[in-house]
């Protein structure tokens, strides 16, 4: 059937990218798009991404392949500036990127609430209502991701302050809370 539009990732991924303005140019930029998807995906959008754990959190192999797909060939994916999402996707996309994503500009808050989204969604304790258990849990897992890896990354960690802790795992929570309430699979 002629005109008839292909739904992928890819196409996806473009049509955040337009919605986010997104760029692959620098890490920080790809950093912040990957957490950026797995927020969105986390509450309730799906973008077709799988993601796994990494130095960072959450991270996605396909997601950066895509990438390279959509911001090397730019030619190929013009044509999805002529789609967009329908207004029920719109408004998810919005009340998450309202409620979760802003300020998107703060890479270190987004790391912070992914990775303490992905523990507690992954790796599920009864102890994460306790903010003392879950910290300690957080440590663990963000210090095994590190391991092997230069000093600088687990340094990185090691300098999160209790408040943005205890505020990624507050806004974690709402994230998984919002994710329920909207029954989105």
């Not at 059937?1 to 196409?11: E, F, Q």
């Not at 995906?41 to 390279?68: K, M, R, T």
């Not at 963000?142 to 300098?159: E, I, P, R, V």
């Amino acid at each position: 059937m002629a005109g008839r539009l292909t739904v992928n990732s890819k196409t996806i991924l473009s049509m955040l990218a337009r919605e986010f303005d997104f760029s692959f140019d620098l890490t920080e930029d790809r950093q912040r798009m990957q957490k950026t998807i797995y927020v969105l995906q986390a509450g309730g959008f799906n973008s077709g991404q799988v993601f796994g754990w990494y130095i960072s959190g959450p991270w996605s192999y396909s997601l950066f392949e895509d990438c390279e797909e959509v911001f090397h060939n730019p030619k190929k994916y013009k044509g999805t500036k002529k789609w967009g999402f329908n207004k029920e996707t719109k408004r998810t996309i919005r009340e998450i990127r309202t409620k979760f994503l802003e300020p998107a500009n703060n890479l270190k808050k987004l790391e912070i609430l992914t990775s303490a989204h992905f523990i507690m969604n992954i790796w599920p304790s009864e102890e994460d209502s306790d903010f003392l258990e879950f910290k300690n849990r957080f440590y663990e897992k963000k210090k095994s991701a590190t391991l092997g890896y230069c000093t600088q990354n687990n340094d990185k960690w090691q300098k999160i302050t209790q408040e943005e802790l205890k505020n990624a795992w507050a806004q974690a929570t709402k994230l998984i809370d919002y994710r329920k309430f909207n029954n989105k699979n």
